[in-house]
């Protein structure tokens, strides 16, 4: 089975080719920042558009590098939800309709099942069961997953997402955006004992998390500083440790509670490199294994929309030809794939 993927959940346009017998066979992204940077985050009404001028072309290329005829693909997968609605509409209503004209099935995406099941296209995949720590602009989730559609969310944020969190304190810092890998980079140039922040929630039992209050304390440490440039990078520093002590903090504990020695670090959060670092050691420490996609499929991509499209079709799910975009959807609400 060969199967188009095609994300267009928020700033990013994605397309992917996923076969059963070949793996992936072509992907293409083009991101939208040049035309939100200047705005300072994403303009919902511009993404649609540049979906709309990006989308059918980059499907031709992908096809193309594939070396494939669009009679030889057996199914289409486009991101129904979480999202921003008009982009996510631009992606359904292509996929359905191509879908339709080449009379295959098509199968509605859930975004983060994407991110959740990118490691799989990595050579050295988990296996199920195993916990996944998801952490992008928009999400942040702790979910214990035991099969494809099997999912149970055992933390997530009460407030900003980390991604968003990144953004936000980079912003006020006056860094560019996008914000988040901006100031990762200046972290590393700053002095990590000279500052320490808050570790939000890991006082009290639980696995959610909370960073408006970090963000706040990052705002006031900085007001009350000089605003020179160390400050801004020491500050980065005492930022990005603690989100990277937090979520350290709620992975052991869900290790420990659960018994899964297998942790999956997804979304785009997960290319953050002193993140990575903290969570090796972390399951290091436990005796347990850590599991990352690479870089490129840590942001939004096609390769993993085509991947979980792939899975759900070949089970024999499908989408009616009715299109609908789910903009907020939990994960707990998919339908199991059996025997994943």
Request: hydrophobic fraction near 40%; include cysteine; glycine fraction near 12%.
């Given at each position: ?16 080719i ?6 992936l ?19 919902p ?24 005829e669009t009679?030889a ?7 129904a939800?979480p ?20 009379g ?35 999400h ?36 560019p ?15 990590p004992?000279?500052?320490?922040f ?6 009290r ?20 500083s ?8 020491d ?36 290319a ?68 994943a």
């Open positions: 089975m060969r199967v188009l993927g095609i994300e267009t959940s928020c700033d990013e346009t994605g397309v992917a996923y076969a059963t017998d070949g793996g066979l072509a992907h293409a992204l083009y991101s939208q920042i040049e035309l939100h940077a200047r705005y300072g985050g994403v303009v009404e511009l993404a649609s558009r540049d979906h709309i001028r990006k989308l059918l072309p980059l499907i031709q290329e992908v096809i193309d590098e594939a070396g494939v009679n693909l057996d199914g289409v997968a486009y991101t939800g999202g921003l609605v008009g982009a996510l509409l631009v992606g359904a209503l292509t996929g359905r309709c191509l879908a339709w004209s080449w295959v099935p098509a199968i509605a995406v859930h975004h983060m099942e994407g991110h959740l099941l990118a490691p799989m296209l990595e050579p050295d995949p988990p296996g199920f069961p195993f916990i996944a720590l998801l952490v992008s602009g928009g942040c989730l702790l979910v214990e997953v035991e099969g494809i559609g099997r999912y149970r969310v055992l933390g997530e944020s009460i407030d900003d997402a980390v991604g968003e969190a990144f953004d936000k304190t980079a912003k006020l810092l006056g860094l955006y996008p914000g988040g890998p901006a100031l990762a980079q200046l972290a590393r140039q700053g002095n004992e000279r500052f320490t808050p570790r939000p929630m890991t006082d039992p639980g696995l959610d998390f909370s960073f408006s209050g970090l963000k706040t304390f990052a705002l006031n440490t900085w007001r009350e000089s605003q020179d440039d160390q400050d801004r990078a500050i980065a520093r005492a930022f990005e440790e603690a989100v990277a002590d937090t979520m350290a903090i709620k992975c052991r504990r869900a290790v420990r509670q659960t018994g899964n020695r297998q942790l999956v670090i997804a979304g785009g959060v997960g953050n490199q002193r993140l990575r670092e903290r969570l090796g050691d972390l399951m290091q420490a436990e005796g347990g294994h850590i599991f990352y996609p690479r870089p490129e499929f840590c942001t939004d991509n096609g390769a993993m929309i085509a991947y979980a499209g792939h899975q759900r079709l070949q089970a024999g799910q499908s989408a009616p030809l009715s299109v609908s975009v789910t903009p907020r959807w939990s994960l707990e609400d998919l339908d199991p794939v059996e025997n």
